[in-house]
């Protein structure tokens, strides 16, 4: 592999799992991966996909059983420390923040291990406190911090020394709907400052919203890449458009039976939903028809979610 390449890296990336000499698993089987600089890509897997085990050596924290893989160029087995130097993670868990020191007291140890000093330390922790919503709790010990609160301070340790790579396994687990926001608002502008993010989540919605690209693994390996919209454009010429109706008054789901490319129709708490095979074409339709009882309407190619499950379905 190059070892000029930027950002992540990986070949034919393997790791096995052996359990009582007997049994061989393999929970990452010759992984290809590239995340390059100003890309935000967002893993996302079945439980035991194997997204976990894939960050795990990348941070060094796993030896893979084979292949390679890179972070800004450095091998993360060989030139484990200079890998781990440009690479900012959060893995989630407990360890990783020293319990009884406070949260400032954390960043401001991480930052002296990465090198900074003095003002530029305490600036950079302090700005990071405010990101994560932290500032109020600054001075207090780690121990007394919610799930939530530690899951933010290890966002901003991650941050600290503006590392080249960031790696977040479930960045959001935990968090509240605005503390969720905040920090995909962070790790967003990160990604637009031109640094290479890799993350895994289960939240369809957050990997729509952040990701350039979508990497769906199944089995260790890579399933389907893509960018948000190409996968739900693809899926939609497999699985059709859906459109919502509201109907003014009385109810017409009865009168769509000859829309045009009609797939399916449901009835759902007031809402009529048709899957069409062309969703422009079926708009014109209903407009033309039943125009003056729609008030609302929209059509959309099937979300991410549904990308995931019809791709993930065990037959
Ligand atoms: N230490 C271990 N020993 C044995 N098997 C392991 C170990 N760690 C992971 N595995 C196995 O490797 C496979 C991939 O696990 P991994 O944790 O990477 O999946 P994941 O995609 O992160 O799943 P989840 O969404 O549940 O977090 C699973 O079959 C798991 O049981």
């Known amino acids: 592999m190059p070892t000029s390449v930027s950002g992540i890296a990986t070949r034919q990336l393997r790791r096995e799992f052996t ?142 020394h503006k590392p080249p790579v960031l790696i977040l396994d479930e960045p959001s687990a935990g968090l509240d709907p605005h503390s969720a926001a905040s920090m995909r608002r962070l790790v967003r502008s990160f990604a637009d400052e031109g640094h290479s993010v890799l993350l895994t989540t289960h939240d369809m919605r957050e990997a729509e919203e952040l990701s350039s690209r979508v990497v769906l693994m199944k089995d260790g390996s890579v399933h389907t890449e893509a960018t948000p919209a190409e996968l739900r454009l693809g899926a939609a010429r497999q699985h059709g458009f859906v459109v919502e109706v509201i109907w003014n008054g009385s109810d017409s789901t009865g009168n769509c039976s000859n829309c045009p490319g009609l797939m399916d129709i449901k009835q759902d708490r007031g809402v009529t939903r048709l899957r069409v095979r062309d969703g422009g074409m079926a708009v014109q339709w209903l407009l033309a028809e039943l125009g003056a009882q729609i008030p609302s309407l929209s059509v959309s190619p099937p979300t991410l979610e549904e990308v995931f499950l019809s791709m993930t379905e065990v037959r």
């Open 19 to 160: 359990s009582n000499d007997v049994s061989t698993r393999v929970a990452v089987d010759d992984l290809d991966l590239i995340v390059r600089p100003g890309e935000l890509v967002s893993i996302l897997g079945s439980n035991g996909a194997g997204k976990t085990t894939t960050v795990r050596m990348l941070t060094g924290l796993l030896l893979p059983t084979a292949g390679e893989a890179v972070i800004e160029g450095y091998d993360v087995v060989r030139e484990r420390r200079k890998a781990a130097l440009a690479c900012g993670s959060s893995l989630g868990g407990d360890s990783g923040l020293y319990p009884r020191l406070t949260a400032l007291q954390n960043l401001a140890f991480f930052g002296l291990m990465y090198g900074m000093r003095g003002q530029a330390l305490k600036r950079r922790a302090a700005e990071l406190l405010d990101h994560v919503n932290l500032t109020d709790r600054a001075d207090e010990p780690v121990s007394t911090f919610s799930r939530g609160m530690r899951q933010r301070l290890h966002l901003a340790r991650a941050l600290l």
